[in-house]
Nanobody, 124 residues
Framework: VQLQASGGGLVQAGGSLRVSCAASGRTFSTYAMGWFRQAPGKEREFVAA????????YYADLVKGRFTISRVNAENTVYLQMDNLKPEDTALYYC??????????????????WGQGTQVTVSS
């Protein structure tokens, strides 16, 4: 599976942005998908995840209520809608695929494939 993240950019605090992750291959629907982010000088942290069917979603406490993860298996794409953005959301956002039909993990090491990252910058 190859992943291509896109949609990052510069937005003012309180604004919204949607990032996308397009996957290659015909097995996309068998993977759980996750979004992680990494700010300069910090470790990569979990943001959100969605199971293979899209029926279950999981969020980090820091983004719960502001971010929404979704997927369209027919389009091999996973989305992260980010609302009410804050300057502390500034980071490089990565999508990742976890070869599981169970509950997706919230640790980077559990994911099998990674995209290249898309930069999100929130100005105050």
């Amino acid at each position: 599976v190859q992943l291509q993240a896109s949609g990052g950019g510069l937005v003012q605090a309180g604004g919204s942005l949607r990032v996308s992750c397009a996957a290659s291959g015909r097995t996309f629907s068998t993977y759980a998908m996750g979004w992680f982010r990494q700010a300069p000088g910090k470790e990569r942290e979990f943001v959100a995840a969605i199971n293979w069917s899209g029926g279950r979603t999981y969020y980090a406490d820091l983004v719960k209520g502001r971010f929404t993860i979704s997927r369209v298996n027919a389009e091999n794409t996973v989305y992260l809608q980010m609302d009410n953005l804050k300057p502390e959301d500034t980071a490089l956002y990565y999508c990742a695929a976890d070869r599981t039909l169970g509950v997706p993990a919230n640790i980077p090491g559990s994911y099998d494939y990674w995209g290249q990252g898309t930069q999100v910058t929130v100005s105050s």
